[in-house]
Structures are given as structure tokens and as C-alpha cells.
């Protein structure tokens, strides 16, 4: 009877050992972040930066900063890029000052084009385009985020933003939801209001959320953790990937 306790105690400590060994190394590869290891894994692209008038020595950029990109290089950086070139103009200025309240980020501006173009196709879906103000043309707004495939987000805003009172939908060229947008929305272009739909407001604000927590995105880990907080999908991480290399290859 001795020998069978003892070699039943033998047997559970085995068991608990190899169990708490196999929890331990499954801790060991999945270390960090949800699904950090995967993201981990696509290396960042390289982060684009535009040209801007030179200004008066001493003088700083005025909240309107989309005005001082350099015209020549947008013409040519837009044409080869596929960017129109009002869009570009938003990208650029948006990573400007988005690097300059954050200057550990380091976000190019083909980061926040990418983001635009997979959202929005920088502001054309369903037909529109984006005015010589920023604005888009016609609204572009999402399906209700009512849980029938896509996450259930009961309505934020009372419609205000998205017109539907009982669900909420992402708006905007960067396709920002209402609850998002009252805590990342910023007003770029200088006109008092934090406007989704105002493409220098929505890209300024993709920017900064991006940068949001520190993060470094020239690392590959900064880079897939911010476009993960956007879009929490790996293909989208792949498409906005593929897509920001292209755009920075394009430009030069």
C-alpha cells in the first residue's frame, strides 16, 4: 500500500512538472502583445518624408500647415505615386506635426497614405473625391457596426457623425468610429471644428494615433503594433504594408 501511494505521489508531481513545463515554454513563444510574434515578423517599411517651403529663419509652420508643402515635389511625388495631390498635401502635413509632438515616432507620410488608400482610396470611395478645401465630395461612411460581421458598437454619438442613432459607423476618408474620433480627433486645417470628414483633420489624426503610446515606427514591432491598433486583422497589416512600400519606392 506504501509503494502505491508513494508511486501515485511520483506520478502526480510528473504530471504537474511537464504540465507547468508546457505552459511555461508556451509563455516563452507567445511573449508581449497579442500576437506580437506575428506582427513581429513584417519588417516596417521605410518611412517617407515630403518637402516643405523654407520658412523665415526663426518663423514656425501656422496651424495650416498643408500650405507650406512644397509645391514642385507634390506635383511630382502625387503623379508618380497615384496620389491626388490634395490628398498628399494632408499626408505630409499630417506626419509634420505629428512627429513634432512625437519625435520618437518617426511616421512617414506614406504610412498615413497607405492607411488612406486601403480606408477610403484617399477619399473616392463610392464614387467621390476629395475638394479643393479637403472635404469630401459625398459622405463616405461604413456598414452599422451592429455585430452581424463586424464588432456589435452601440451608436456614440447620436448620429452625428455617421447619421445612424443606433449603431455606430466609421466615417471619413480614414474611416474613424465616433468614439474614436472623440479622442483622437484633431482640427489640422485651423478652422476651430475636429471634422472626420476633412481629409487634413482625419489624416492629422490617423497620424497622431499611430503615434499614440510612444511608439517607434521605424522598428518593425512599433510599426505592426500601430497599424494592428488600427485594423486588428493581418491582412490589412500586410495590405497597408505592401502598400506603404510602394508608395515610398514611387516617390523616391
Not at 107 to 130: D, M, R
Amino acid at each position: 500500500m506504501l509503494r502505491l501511494k508513494r508511486l501515485a505521489v511520483l506520478s502526480l508531481f510528473a504530471f504537474c512538472a511537464i504540465t507547468a513545463g508546457a505552459f511555461w515554454l508556451l509563455g516563452a513563444t507567445n511573449a508581449g502583445a497579442p500576437g506580437a510574434g506575428v506582427r513581429a515578423a513584417l519588417p516596417a517599411p521605410p518611412q517617407a518624408a515630403g518637402k516643405f517651403v523654407p520658412l523665415a529663419g526663426g518663423s514656425t509652420h501656422a496651424v495650416n500647415i498643408t500650405r507650406t508643402v512644397e509645391p514642385g515635389w507634390l506635383a511630382r511625388a502625387a503623379a508618380q505615386a497615384g496620389i491626388p495631390a490634395r490628398a498628399l498635401r494632408a499626408y505630409v502635413a499630417a506626419v509634420s506635426m505629428a512627429n513634432a509632438d512625437a519625435p520618437a515616432c518617426g511616421i512617414g507620410w506614406n504610412t498615413v497614405a497607405a492607411v488612406g488608400f486601403v480606408e477610403s482610396a484617399h477619399g473616392a470611395l463610392g464614387g467621390g473625391h476629395l475638394t479643393a478645401s479637403g472635404d469630401v465630395s459625398r459622405p463616405i461612411v461604413g456598414p452599422g457596426l451592429n455585430g452581424d460581421g463586424f464588432a456589435a458598437i452601440a451608436d456614440t454619438d447620436d448620429g452625428a457623425l455617421d447619421g445612424d442613432a443606433l449603431w455606430d459607423r466609421a466615417v471619413g476618408p480614414m474611416q474613424f468610429i465616433p468614439s474614436t474620433w472623440k479622442l483622437a480627433g484633431r482640427d489640422a486645417n485651423g478652422d476651430g471644428v475636429a471634422d472626420p470628414h476633412n481629409i487634413d483633420d482625419a489624416a492629422l489624426s490617423a497620424a497622431g494615433y499611430l503615434c499614440a503610446g510612444g511608439r517607434d515606427l521605424t522598428s518593425n514591432q512599433g510599426w505592426a503594433d500601430a497599424i494592428w491598433s488600427y485594423n486588428q486583422s493581418e491582412a490589412y497589416l500586410a495590405q497597408v504594408g505592401e502598400k506603404a512600400v510602394e508608395y515610398a519606392d514611387q516617390a523616391g
